[in-house]
């Protein structure tokens, strides 16, 4: 993926094209009229001027991305491109026919990509000679600052055209789900039914609209409600989605006379009013049961699976919570009550049988965030929880072990790669867990938690084949740790890790005072744990705790031919005389007779610029941590792996018991703590 060919520069075209050229990837834009590429380009520039002014890129950044897209109306400028996604008119016949041109230009290799949010990808590639090389990506809305991606492949699709798209996927930063190609695809599906049920609600004089936008807030943790939302984001666009939804799956689904009447009446929903508490109950109930009925119908129908759906609401439409994980909080008995009162109205409709099995057993939704697929003779463990940045919790810990059984259990599986979806790695443990252990007084919790976390990594490290953490994000705390128990770190120039511990009153507790001191030295190890420093994949492969550093466009495929070739190798540690020249410096620094003089301040006033630094750094974590921190490192340092690592949990609830870990902790996301020492 190096060259992207975009087709339509209107709101979505332009906003596709800005979020691939800020990826680093050249964009051909296309559109029919020299106005219409002008009036993209200029979309363009004004949204990346509000991100200079809101300080969250430079100026000349914004110059780079605009310099890499190329605007014209000469579709035969993208006949080199590797993927050319459409972003037109939602009409079949015009996408074909620009797909069956495009078919006669563009290169055999390229593929083609709809951005259609309705319409079947199947059809729209029968048009081409590649039906294999044809998919659906369907991007939200802003596609420049929303994140999901939903895949949809036709029933031609390759697995290498599939592949190619969580690869653009993954070089834009996309989270992206696998979606069958049905109609509404998984998010719109549940969404706009949603929109409609609330106009349903409206029109028989169930609630005024005020009422049910706030009954809606509360029930789904939102922000906006239904009619608000449809003021965004137009009510003609939940019309025509309304009535493409009804044509695939009947009248439930057909769009209500009063949003059609609004929608003639070209004007926006009013939102004021007296809002009438005593209408929460019935509204919630009616909009919690048709998420429930849908949801719960598209999964049994294979559409998505239940964690892409809750991925889909919530990267997509920025709800707190996903339709699965809400049915489960709510409860399958309640859940299943809505439903089957829901379609009272419509007795055709039948409650789907995998929610009428889960009533049954009485029992909540399985929902696996950590899954093994098999990849030829590759195992992958993919942690897929991108909306908590994949953090650590009991679930998580308890299903990475179930699916690393698998894939070690698996006789046609030489190597194991553990990766995870969206732009980190594993961003540590689930700190609100740690919270609520040492305010509920189970610390019990914690340490089980943090021994049975211990128990997995072991088993990763001990496994008898070829592990590999594939990093391409943030990798703090836990999912270092995590990371270090694999035999071999690959790392693209974007992941960055660190030890953030000692800087909420804690320290590592997954084998990160062990497995770094062995790797690196305990003098760097203290470093980096006392420090907190995060540092990039580059700086982390030049001392020995990341193996191998490629391109992000590269590393899929570097990783297999190593693999294949058995030539992906632990590169870990490094000579003292091969470490860069800072490095060095700092190595000696923390030689052990300085420790003392480290952790008591001496070196604030010295004239070296970093050691000065690195005091100031150091004075502003936990004391307590950073002695318990120094005490294990060099306890565990002289016994054997496994020995050491008992040296972390023997301290685990002296350290949660102090007044430093709660008020670190509870920190996190507001000011800087101010640490007592006790």
């Known amino acids: 993926m190096k060259k992207i060919g975009i087709i339509g520069a209107g709101n979505m075209g332009a906003g596709i094209a800005q979020k691939t050229a800020q990826e680093g990837l050249s964009v051909v834009m296309v559109d029919i009229k020299p106005e219409f590429v002008e009036k993209g380009m200029n979309t363009i520039k004004s949204t990346l001027k ?7 890129i430079k100026k000349e950044q914004a110059d780079e991305i605009v310099g890499r897209i190329h605007g014209t109306t000469d579709k035969n400028e993208v006949k080199d491109c590797d993927l050319v996604i459409e972003a037109i008119f939602e009409d079949l016949k015009v996408k074909q026919d620009l797909f069956a041109e495009l078919d006669k230009i563009c290169d055999p290799k390229t593929i083609f990509a709809t951005n259609t949010s309705s319409l079947s990808v199947d059809e729209i590639s029968q048009s081409t000679k590649r039906r294999d090389r044809v998919i659906g990506l369907h991007f939200f809305y802003h596609p420049a600052k929303n994140r999901l991606l939903e895949i949809i492949p036709g029933p031609e699709t390759s697995a290498d055209t599939v592949a190619a798209s969580k690869e653009y996927s993954q070089l834009t930063g996309k989270t992206d789900i696998i979606v069958k190609d049905a109609g509404g695809f998984a998010v719109n599906r549940f969404f706009v039914p949603w929109l409609n049920e609330a106009t349903r609600l409206l029109e028989e004089g169930v609630a005024n609209i005020a009422t049910i936008e706030k009954a809606a807030k509360n029930a789904f943790g939102i922000g906006m409600g239904p009619f608000e939302l449809m ?46 508490e005593s209408k929460f109950e019935q509204v919630a109930d009616r909009l919690l049961g048709v998420i429930f009925y849908v949801a719960t119908a598209l999964y049994e129908e294979g559409v998505a699976d239940m964690t892409d759906t809750d991925l889909g609401a919530k990267v997509g439409l920025r709800w707190t919570i996903g339709p699965f994980e809400l049915l489960n909080k709510i409860g399958v008995e309640k859940a299943y009550n809505q439903v089957k009162n829901l379609l009272k109205a419509w007795p055709d409709y039948k409650i789907p049988g995998v929610l009428e099995a889960q009533y049954k057993a009485g029992k909540p939704f399985d929902l696996r965030y950590v899954k093994y697929t098999k990849d030829g003779d590759i195992g992958r463990v993919m942690i897929s929880r991108p909306d908590a940045m994949n953090a650590l919790n009991e679930t998580i810990v308890k299903q990475i072990d179930e699916a690393f059984t698998k894939a070690e259990a698996d006789p046609d599986t030489k190597a194991i790669i553990i990766e995870a979806a969206g732009k980190a790695f594993v961003a540590g443990a689930d700190i609100k867990f740690f919270v609520d252990c040492i305010k509920e007084n189970r610390l019990d919790r914690n340490y089980h938690f943090t021994s049975y976390g211990q128990d997995v990594l072991n088993r990763i490290d001990d496994s008898g084949k070829l592990v590999i953490a594939k990093m391409d994000g943030l990798a703090l705390g836990g999912g270092f740790e995590l990371a270090l128990s694999t035999d071999v770190i690959v790392a693209t120039p974007k992941a960055v890790m660190g030890f953030p511990e000692t800087g909420i009153g804690i320290y590592p507790g997954l084998g990160g005072t062990q497995r770094t001191s062995r790797f690196i030295g305990k003098e760097l190890a203290k470093y980096l744990i006392f420090t907190g420093r995060v540092i990039s994949a580059n700086d982390a492969n030049s001392i020995g705790l990341v193996d191998h550093v490629f391109a992000p466009d590269e590393i899929e495929s570097k990783i297999k031919s190593l693999v294949a070739e058995g030539k992906l190798k632990p590169n870990k540690g490094k000579d003292a005389a091969a470490l860069p020249e800072d490095w060095r410096k700092l190595k000696e620094f923390f030689a052990d007779k300085n420790i003392a003089s480290w952790l008591s301040g001496k070196y604030l006033d010295n004239s070296d610029p970093l050691a000065a630094k690195t005091a100031k750094i150091i004075a502003s974590k936990a004391p307590l941590a950073l002695k318990f921190a120094n005490d294990i490192i060099d306890k565990g340092f002289e016994k054997p792996l496994k020995e050491g690592l008992k040296e972390e949990l023997a301290h685990l609830n002296e350290i949660f018991s102090t007044k430093d870990a709660l008020t670190g902790l509870t920190s996190v996301g507001k000011a800087a703590p101010k640490y007592e020492g006790k």
């Open 50 to 56: 509000e991100a200079v002014e809101r300080k969250i």
């Open 231 to 276: 003021n965004v984001t137009g009510i003609p666009i939940a019309c025509h989605a309304t009535s493409g939804l009804a044509q695939a799956f009947g009248p439930f689904y057909a769009t209500s006379e009063i949003l059609k009447a609004q929608n003639q009446k070209k004007e926006l929903w009013p939102l004021d009013g007296e809002v009438d």
